[in-house]
Nanobody
Framework: QVQLVESGGGSVQAGRSLRLSCTTSGDTSSTYCMAWFRQAPGKEREEVAGIFTSGDFTAYADSVKGRFTISQDKAKNTLYLQMNSLKPEDTAMYYC??????????????????WGQGTQVTVSS
């Protein structure tokens, strides 16, 4: 079992920044991939960014490339998402996810077994 707790969401104006954190606990040793997904009201959940826990290879959705950065601090068992130049269309509930085992595709939801409860990000124009 892996437990995930997100934090760092909030309400900001367009152009500002936020950093989301995801603290992990439990059996994290078998987790090969971690990622951030988001879901806006009335829309399906979509990929944002992912990272292989064994190294620092990352992948991003086209919509956030160049603005968002995913990173990890293994000593703190924490995953981060630095979000810069936020836009109103980034408004969503953001979820942290852990694969709980081997994985191949960082941005595919079906790779992820464990999910956090989410943290809300609201960007106003």
């Amino acid at each position: 079992q892996v437990q995930l707790v997100e934090s760092g969401g909030g309400s900001v104006q367009a152009g500002r920044s936020l950093r989301l954190s995801c603290t992990t606990s439990g059996d994290t040793s078998s987790t090969y991939c971690m990622a951030w997904f988001r879901q806006a009201p009335g829309k399906e959940r979509e990929e944002v960014a992912g990272i292989f826990t064994s190294g620092d290879f990352t992948a991003y959705a086209d919509s956030v490339k160049g603005r968002f950065t995913i990173s990890q601090d293994k000593a703190k068992n924490t995953l981060y998402l630095q979000m810069n130049s936020l836009k109103p269309e980034d408004t969503a509930m953001y979820y942290c996810a852990a694969s709980g085992g081997p994985c191949r595709f960082l941005l595919r939801q079906w790779e992820y077994r464990y999910w956090g409860q989410g943290t809300q990000v609201t960007v106003s124009s």
